[in-house]
Nanobody, 115 residues
Framework: QVQLVESGGGLVQPGGSLRLSCAAS????????MRWYRQAPGGEREWVAT????????NYADSVKGRFIISRDNAKNTVYLQMSSLKPEDTAVYYC????????WGQGTQVTVSS
């Protein structure tokens, strides 16, 4: 049984930082493509960042490039999303996804950027 559990969300002021975590069980994150998505109120779920399996190569949506960093700790079997210079438009529920022969999603964590 694969489970993904996101954490680290919260309320932060514009310009602030947060680090989201996606802890996996039942599968090894380094063997899968791992992605972060987000869904703003009333909006569609959109892709944010990807970390490739094995090599750990990364890719980002233009809207977060230069501000967000996706990384992976193989020993902790956890994927992270370091978010900096946060803007109100980053407000959303953030989800991680494990992509392989099947796809698995976490339950999401709320990020609110507001003064």
């Amino acid at each position: 049984q694969v489970q993904l559990v996101e954490s680290g969300g919260g309320l932060v002021q514009p310009g602030g930082s947060l680090r989201l975590s996606c802890a996996a069980s039942g599968a090894t994150v380094s063997m899968y493509v791992m992605r972060w998505y987000r869904q703003a109120p009333g909006g569609e779920r959109e892709w944010v960042a990807t970390i490739a399996r094995v090599t750990g190569g990364t890719n980002y949506a233009d809207s977060v490039k230069g501000r967000f960093i996706i990384s992976r700790d193989n020993a902790k079997n956890t994927v992270y999303l370091q978010m900096s210079s946060l803007k109100p438009e980053d407000t959303a529920v953030y989800y991680c996804k494990m992509a392989g022969s099947r796809e698995y999603w976490g339950q999401g964590t709320q990020v609110t950027v507001s003064s």
